[in-house]
């Protein structure tokens, strides 16, 4: 497959991820995307013997723990079975074009459960005007982080906490940010 989209690059490094990045391993007969990443396969390694960093450890659990009263965080195959015929496909062109809140930790890329509407891969108005204002500023665990840490914008509440009662307000702590970095 070529790489047309390429990977996004920031000034903390590369933050995005090529169509290789989110399509390898991917079969037309249901594979799964990301059990085990491309640069972990291409080693030989399995996903168990992957070592994490405890900060990275830390951060999973820390968005874990912020995204758990809003539906959590999945691994992108669970989020895939959402639309059985294309549900792969689907997310692995989303998360390239950064159409969605996910990190890669552990060889898989997970994703907050919040962003989708009912039992499908759609994503909510609110949050894809939040994803699309804040994708060109934040590298995939800051936006990730962004929703679910406390903001002064919002009087020290959450965007997730306040999106649903002010969604103005969010979106103005979300601009400000943005521009606040020049993008």
């Given at each position: 497959?070529?790489?047309?989209?390429?990977?996004?690059?920031?000034?903390?490094?590369?933050?995005g991820?090529?169509?290789?990045?989110?399509?390898e391993?991917?079969?037309s007969a249901?594979?799964q995307?990301?059990?085990?990443s491309?640069?972990?396969?291409?080693?030989?390694?399995?996903?168990?013997?992957l070592?994490?960093s405890?900060?990275w450890e830390?951060?999973?659990?820390?968005?874990?723990?912020?995204?758990?009263s809003f539906?959590?965080?999945?691994?992108?195959?669970e989020?895939?079975t959402?639309r059985?015929l294309?549900?792969?496909s689907?997310?692995?062109r989303?998360i390239?074009?950064?159409e969605?809140i996910?990190?890669?930790?552990?060889?898989?890329?997970?994703?907050p459960?919040?962003?989708?509407?009912?039992?499908d891969?759609?994503v909510?108005?609110?949050?894809g005007?939040?994803?699309?204002e804040?994708?060109?500023a934040?590298?995939d665990?800051?936006?990730?982080?962004?929703?679910?840490?406390p903001?002064a914008?919002?009087h020290?509440?959450?965007?997730?906490?306040?999106?649903?009662e002010?969604?103005?307000?969010?979106?103005?702590?979300?601009?400000?940010?943005?521009?606040?970095?020049g993008?």
């Amino acid at each position: 497959m070529s790489n047309v989209l390429g990977p996004y690059y920031s000034s903390y490094g590369r933050i995005g991820k090529t169509a290789e990045d989110v399509f390898e391993g991917v079969g037309s007969a249901g594979g799964q995307i990301g059990r085990t990443s491309p640069r972990v396969r291409a080693k030989g390694l399995q996903a168990a013997q992957l070592t994490v960093s405890p900060r990275w450890e830390k951060e999973h659990l820390a968005l874990a723990s912020g995204y758990r009263s809003f539906g959590g965080v999945a691994p992108s195959a669970e989020i895939a079975t959402r639309r059985p015929l294309d549900g792969i496909s689907r997310l692995a062109r989303s998360i390239v074009l950064r159409e969605v809140i996910s990190y890669e930790w552990r060889g898989d890329y997970w994703l907050p459960r919040f962003q989708f509407e009912g039992s499908d891969l759609l994503v909510s108005e609110e949050a894809g005007i939040l994803i699309a204002e804040l994708s060109v500023a934040l590298d995939d665990w800051e936006l990730a982080r962004w929703f679910v840490a406390p903001n002064a914008w919002l009087h020290h509440r959450t965007p997730l906490q306040t999106m649903r009662e002010d969604f103005d307000h969010v979106h103005d702590a979300a601009r400000f940010l943005r521009f606040g970095r020049g993008k």
